[in-house]
């Protein structure tokens, strides 16, 4: 490749248009003002190509759309001001930009994007809980608040009242790449499985029963009620963690698999895994049907430095994956599996966002530009993602990495040759 001609932002805008008409779906987001004189489209594109090169908030961004390269790519030929970004996001609607996520994921599908995230032919969804704004004082009327116990400068303990903002995401998680499909505000005095529902049933609607093929939690989600209605109303299977010892089930899988001999012993990353499968077990009262509980214990050595000296040690890890819903074709190797995908760093999308802090920060508080900030930074994610995965050739190549795409794109900004797709 001539390297004059490599530009990374022209690239990723010709590709996000081409291929998911990138400029009309910004300009079919719009918002409530009467007559806006800066366009919503312009908006709409610099929230998202901001995140993509993550300008960290309103005041950096207006800075960005003075650069003419911004502007040609927005298609406005002026800067957009911090005020309007607030005053615009204020005015959006998050619905819109939900459907305009759908949109592109189905597309992704459509396009076999997330074959390579199936394991054992299954497609897994796995539901994850993340907090946002978490601050002393209210700020904003979606604000939740919470009573907690914290110690003041004379080291005496005290309660206060802390507000936050909370959300439930949907993750199709893979061991390729991830996406984030979809999330949902937990409302005040409301449970995260009460959110995760509203979440799926919502999902079911937009996406259909067929998009993935089951669901994957943490021990947080093993209850009767959510299990009953995930597998019965809605009809995807859930593999879900089980610790609660609370519970008659986890003490019937010790009693039963106690002094028996596995049934499967597999290798898995360097691990020796075996495996108990216990079928047909009552779970709760809540829940009418039997459960499947997967035991697994796995082992292996670890070199760990110890006072100067490398010495390798034996360490263990038991998972216990109680399995409700139809998937008594996989066996217990396949159950383990699928419910890992979820612990995975690598390539997990709500790790990556969670871990830089992304889903946290936002530019806006604000009940409605919240929401809309945050399908901004998703559908930019997921589009950066797509393009840096599927169709950068530098990354397929292997010669940059993530980080590195992401640093040309901005550096083509500044000295890149102007981008043009308007006239293409
Ligand atoms: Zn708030």
Same mark, same amino acid.
């Given at each position: 490749m001539n390297r004059s001609d490599f530009n990374p932002l022209g690239q990723f805008v010709a590709y996000a248009c081409k291929r998911f008409h990138l400029h009309l779906l910004a300009g079919g987001? /719009?918002?409530? %003002? =009467?007559? =806006?004189?800066?366009p919503a489209r312009a908006v709409g594109l610099s929230l998202v190509l901001g995140e993509v090169v993550q300008v960290p908030g309103f005041l950096q961004l207006q800075q960005e759309t003075a650069l003419p390269q911004w502007q040609r790519w927005m298609g406005y030929a002026n800067p957009i001001s911090h005020d309007t970004f607030g005053y615009v996001t204020e005015r959006m609607d998050p619905a819109k930009w939900r459907a305009a996520g759908v949109w592109i994921n189905r597309r992704l599908k459509k396009g076999k &994007?997330? $074959? /390579? #995230?199936?394991?054992h032919g299954l497609l897994a969804l796995s539901l994850d809980a993340n907090e946002q704004f #978490?601050?002393?004082? %209210? #700020? #904003? $009327?979606d604000c939740q608040s919470r009573e907690i116990t914290c110690k003041n400068e004379a080291g005496q303990e005290v309660k206060k009242t802390q507000y936050y903002h909370k959300q439930v995401y949907a993750q199709l998680s893979g061991p390729q790449w991830s996406v984030i499909l979809d999330f949902e505000p937990m409302r005040q005095g409301q449970e995260e499985c009460a959110a995760a529902l509203r979440l799926l049933r919502r999902m079911r609607g937009a +996406? /259909? =029963? %067929?998009?993935?093929?089951l669901v994957v939690v943490d021990s947080? +989600? &093993? !209850?009767g009620p959510f299990l009953k209605t995930v597998v019965e109303e809605l009809g995807w299977p859930v593999i879900a963690v089980l610790?609660?010892? %609370? +519970?008659e089930v986890y003490q019937e899988t010790e009693a039963l698999s106690r002094g028996q001999k596995p049934v499967q012993r597999v290798e898995r990353d360097g691990r020796t895994v075996e495996i108990w499968d216990l079928r047909s077990l009552r779970f709760s009262d809540a829940y009418p049907g039997s459960v499947r509980v997967v035991k697994v214990r796995e082992r292996w050595r670890q070199r760990q430095r110890v006072g100067g000296q490398w010495e390798d040690h034996d360490k263990e890890q038991n998972w216990i994956w109680v399995v409700a819903g139809?998937?008594? /074709? +996989?066996d217990g190797a396949a159950i383990r599996d699928v419910g890992h995908l979820r612990w995975k760093? $690598? !390539? !997990?999308a709500f790790c990556e966002l969670t871990q830089h802090g992304h889903l946290t920060h936002c530019a806006h508080h604000h009940p409605v530009a919240a929401m809309v900030l945050l399908w901004v930074k998703l559908i930019a994610f997921t589009l950066f993602h797509a393009f840096a995965l599927l169709h950068g050739k530098l990354f397929r190549l292997g010669r940059a990495t993530m980080s590195e795409v992401r640093k040309q794109i901005d550096r083509s900004l500044l000295c890149g040759r102007p981008v043009s797709f308007f006239s293409g």
């Open positions: 987001l /719009g918002d409530a %003002r =009467p007559q =806006p004189q800066i &994007a997330f $074959e /390579g #995230c199936k394991v #978490c601050s002393d004082h %209210r #700020c #904003c $009327e +996406y /259909g =029963p %067929r998009f993935f093929d947080w +989600y &093993a !209850n610790k609660q010892e %609370r +519970y139809e998937l008594d /074709g +996989y760093i $690598e !390539n !997990n």
